[in-house]
């Protein structure tokens, strides 16, 4: 069987998640990593769920929990975050949230419900590489979101146009975001719903790290900041994704979306062709938890997070050379490091790999155009502090033995 002959044309832009490929590196002891963006297990509220499973299972819910459901996911855990929603200024209610396997599939989602073949995403340059793993699949072009440049609406439809399809959404994670550790301001958050309102477009909002905010002035979520301008989310072009993955437990694969109910009864008709609905039984012990728990959970990751950021920018001040800058975020797991133009971040990590046993993530991958090779994105979420002193001292030491022989 010659199995390239029957493969879909989008086939061909499916690639592997280079984070997924290096997280295998984590089962090795001597690897110090720094590349897989994801929470410490150990902050994990483990009793929590052993308490909730538990309970489930001992009253007429574990009946429901092992029973098929609705799309749209469990009424009680929508309550919640519906109350949560509103604490931050996006009042709605239950058929405005969609609850998802993980903020991951709102984005194949939504992906699909706006893309065809030769359409433009705008993203941010760089962007979350899932996002473009997501978005790939349906084989639109990219072109770069940016809030500060002076390109108008009319040049972003020129481009597109020319490229065979139209602008269909812009994309972008406004808070701490994955791989760069930028927080938006409030006048770029406007920049980005002003340019969308400009091209008639949505706007998603990746809000995956929102709640980890270590200090810095809060920002409010741009749809938040549209309600206020429109009165109702009805009348709003803000997509919100949220997830409990950086929280709670990535696990239990459970996110959501909030929007305009056109948009959410159009995805519920998505998860009903897809996978029916997110598992009830994981939906309902999340509901459990985070109603018992979520403010103190989020307290622990604050404080243990932001003391881990702070050790490393630490680090990176004392052990990088003179030509090699970071980012320093005000919350969320990452911080971008930026080399020098001749250093490629995949040939450093080959590099690091073979000699100081360090991993993190090449840069390249999380641009829309395989380009700007000579960043390196570093998370701290699961590093202790003598793991980072040693890391990022070795670190230093290969990037300055690769700029002494380039």
Not at 33 to 46: E, M, Y
Not at 150 to 158: G, K, S, V
Not at 280 to 297: D, E, P
Request: charged share 25%; with cysteine.
């Amino acid at each position: 069987m010659d199995w390239a002959q029957v493969f879909a044309s989008r086939q061909s832009r499916m690639k592997a998640s280079e984070i997924r490929e290096l997280l295998k590196l984590l089962d090795q002891p001597d690897i110090i990593s720094f590349a897989g963006g994801i929470p410490d297990p150990a902050l994990f509220p483990t009793d929590a769920f052993s308490e909730a499973f538990a309970d489930i299972f001992s009253t007429a819910e574990g009946q429901q929990a092992l029973q098929y459901s609705v799309s749209e996911g469990y009424k009680p855990l929508r309550e919640w975050l519906a109350q949560q929603m509103g604490e931050i200024g996006i009042p709605c209610d239950l058929d405005n949230i969609l609850i998802t396997s993980g903020s991951q599939q709102a984005l194949d989602y939504l992906g699909k419900l706006f893309l065809s073949p030769n359409d433009t995403a705008l993203v941010t340059w760089p962007t979350y590489m899932g996002a473009l793993g997501a978005f790939n699949a349906y084989e639109p072009h990219y072109d770069r979101l940016d809030p500060a440049s002076n390109r108008t609406a009319d040049d972003y439809r020129a481009t597109a146009e020319a490229k065979g399809g139209a602008v269909k959404f812009a994309y972008a994670s406004v808070d701490f975001a994955n791989p760069t550790g930028m927080t938006m301001d409030r006048r770029e958050r406007q920049g980005l719903l002003d340019l969308s309102e400009a091209l008639d477009i949505p706007f998603i909002e990746d809000a995956a790290y929102q709640s980890l905010r270590y200090d810095g002035e809060p920002q409010p979520s741009v749809l938040a900041m549209e309600i206020e301008k429109r009165g109702t989310i009805e009348d709003c072009r803000t997509i919100y994704c949220g997830s409990f993955s950086k929280t709670l437990a990535p696990g239990l694969r459970v996110g959501w979306v909030v929007a305009a109910k056109e948009v959410i009864q159009r995805l519920v008709l998505i998860k009903q062709a897809s996978d029916l609905h997110s598992a009830s039984l994981n939906q309902i012990a999340i509901n459990r938890v985070a109603r018992a728990t979520f403010g103190k959970q989020v307290d622990l990751i604050r404080k243990t997070y932001s003391a881990r950021r702070d050790h490393m920018l630490a680090a990176l001040e004392r052990e990088m050379p003179d030509n090699v800058s970071w980012t320093r975020p005000e919350g969320g797991m990452f911080i971008w490091v930026t080399l020098p133009q001749d250093i490629d971040g995949a040939d450093l990590l080959a590099e690091s790999l073979k000699t100081e046993k360090v991993a993190f993530v090449p840069g390249r991958a999380f641009y829309a155009d395989s380009a700007n090779g000579n960043g390196i994105r570093l998370s701290f979420s699961c590093a202790l502090p003598d793991k980072i002193d040693e890391g990022i001292g070795r670190l230093g030491r290969v990037i300055r033995q690769t700029s002494a022989q380039t």
